[in-house]
Structures are given as structure tokens and as C-alpha cells.
């Protein structure tokens, strides 16, 4: 059991926020700062990364004939960090996911790239390999082993159908079975706000309230799943476990903080998760 950040943190200083996450959070991870402007976004920094050529179009991230994406960005925030930091035992490093990549980045016809079966497989081809070597690049750094977080903001769009196409006459079909294409970048913890049969998955229990959610998460843990929570009274877990017919004892459970709006307010989260891990062990 731990307790970590999901990684956005608020403000542009990556010592403050380096400060924040090693003094607070048993499993440090890299901080990200959308303050600072264009592609410190999740998109935007995930997006750097790979191979493919992205630039700024006029709705958001696009494939282009040049990378226009801030690619010196992470080395410079990792040069920050080790200063900050030295060696760490563990890393939490965190990417945009392959769904959620495909559905916010478009082609240059405007259409994104999710919709073309050859582009979404470029993109995950492309996010696996930046995965591995930015992992290799962290582990090598700071000498740690690294845990990887796939951030997957759209899933519930893209399994519903429910993205928008560039015109009201095109349609974006619906991908029910995410898992496949996930499945090849092996552990992680995915974070989105989809209750999916991922081995680590995060929950926000304040919003898990009808009987159907109820019953979804309850076959998620009866098939294993580990549950990364946000920070609730215990007695509230227990009475849910209650309800479920779960034994918490066979569920292996963390703590994340909520974001916040100030660096001062996350550092009080932080504490806040890592509190409730503590209490539950």
C-alpha cells in the first residue's frame, strides 16, 4: 500500500512542486505544471516524447512535417529533479494513454487520429516506445525502479462514442473493449474515471453512488483489481466493503490526493493520503 500524487500539480516552479512531492508522498512521481503554458499540458508533454512530429494546430495537438512539441522540456525537469532529489528508490512517471493520445491529437485533415485504424496504431507504437525509454532514462537517472501511470481522460468518450467529429456529418464510432490496446504496456495504474477491468485502476468512491457503478466495482475487485482511492473517512470504505459483500482484507488498496488549487493546499492532501495509507495498513 502507498500514497501518491496523480501528477499535476499547481504553479510554475519545479523545485517548489519537487519539494511537495518528496517531503509528502511515499511514492514520489514527476510533477507536471500546466501553469507554465503551451505543452506543459498532459497532451502537450506526453505528446514530446514520441517520434511522431506534433504541433499546435488551431484546435489543440496535430501531426505535422516538423516537432514543434516542447521535446527539451522533460530532460530539463528531470535535470531538476535529480538536483532536488539525488537517488529515490521508486518513480511514479506519468503519460497520456493511447486512447485519450489518438482522441485529442488530430491528422492533418482535422480528423483525429483515432478515427484512422493506421494513425492509432502509429500513436500507440510510437507511445510504447517513448514509455520504455522514458522509463529507462528516469531509472537510469535517479536509480530507481520506475511505476508508470496512463493517464486515459477520454476513455469514457471513446467507449461511448461521444468524441466530437471536426463537422456535425462525421461520427466517431464507439470503442467498447479498450483493454487490448492497453494491454501491451504490461503493469501500470490507470487513472481515468471509466470503472474498466484494469489490474490497478484509481476510484474516486465519492462518485461510485448507483447500483450499477456499485455493482461494476464489485466485480472489479472480486477479479483483483487494485483500487487507488481518494481519501475518505475509513469508516466510509468499510461500509462500502460492507455493502459489496468484499472482504477488504483480500483488496489491495492505495491513497491519492485530490488536486488542488495551491501548492500549499496539494502539500495538505499529500499528508492527508499519505495518512489514510498509514491507517489502513
Not at 487494485?226 to 482484507?249: C, G, K, N, S, Y
Amino acid at each position: 500500500m502507498s500514497a501518491f500524487g496523480l501528477g499535476e500539480l499547481p504553479g510554475t516552479s519545479m523545485e517548489e512542486a519537487a519539494d511537495v512531492v518528496r517531503s509528502e508522498s511515499p511514492l514520489p512521481h514527476v510533477p507536471q505544471l500546466p501553469e507554465r503554458g503551451v505543452g506543459s499540458d498532459a497532451v502537450g508533454r506526453t505528446a514530446a516524447l514520441l517520434d511522431i512530429p506534433i504541433d499546435r494546430g488551431p484546435r489543440g495537438w496535430r501531426v505535422a512535417t516538423q516537432h514543434r512539441a516542447a521535446r527539451d522540456r522533460m530532460p530539463r525537469d528531470l535535470d531538476i529533479l535529480q538536483e532536488c532529489w539525488g537517488s529515490v528508490e521508486e518513480l511514479k512517471v506519468q503519460l497520456v494513454g493511447p486512447w485519450s493520445l489518438a482522441a485529442e491529437i488530430e491528422m492533418g485533415n482535422g480528423h483525429r487520429m483515432i478515427t484512422d485504424p493506421g494513425a492509432l496504431r502509429d500513436v500507440t507504437e510510437a507511445l510504447l516506445q517513448a514509455a520504455g525509454e522514458h522509463r529507462a532514462d528516469v531509472e537510469k537517472r535517479f536509480g530507481a525502479r520506475t511505476v508508470l501511470q496512463l493517464d486515459e481522460p477520454r476513455l469514457n468518450d471513446v467507449m461511448r462514442g461521444t468524441l466530437a467529429g471536426p463537422t456535425r456529418y462525421h461520427d466517431i464510432p464507439a470503442f467498447p473493449e479498450p483493454l487490448e490496446r492497453l494491454a501491451p504496456f504490461g503493469e501500470f495504474l490507470l487513472h481515468t474515471d471509466v470503472l474498466v477491468g484494469a489490474g490497478w485502476l484509481t476510484v474516486d468512491l465519492e462518485r461510485i453512488t448507483g447500483a450499477g457503478e456499485k455493482d461494476a466495482l464489485a466485480r472489479l475487485l472480486e477479479s483483483g483489481t487494485r483500487l487507488a482511492v481518494a481519501p475518505v473517512e475509513p469508516a466510509t470504505l468499510w461500509r462500502l466493503f460492507d455493502e459489496l459483500q468484499i472482504d477488504p482484507a483480500g483488496v489491495e488498496l492505495d491513497v491519492w490526493a485530490r488536486p488542488a488549487p495551491t501548492l500549499l493546499e496539494s502539500a495538505r492532501r499529500y499528508a492527508e493520503a499519505r495518512e489514510m495509507a498509514e491507517g489502513l495498513r
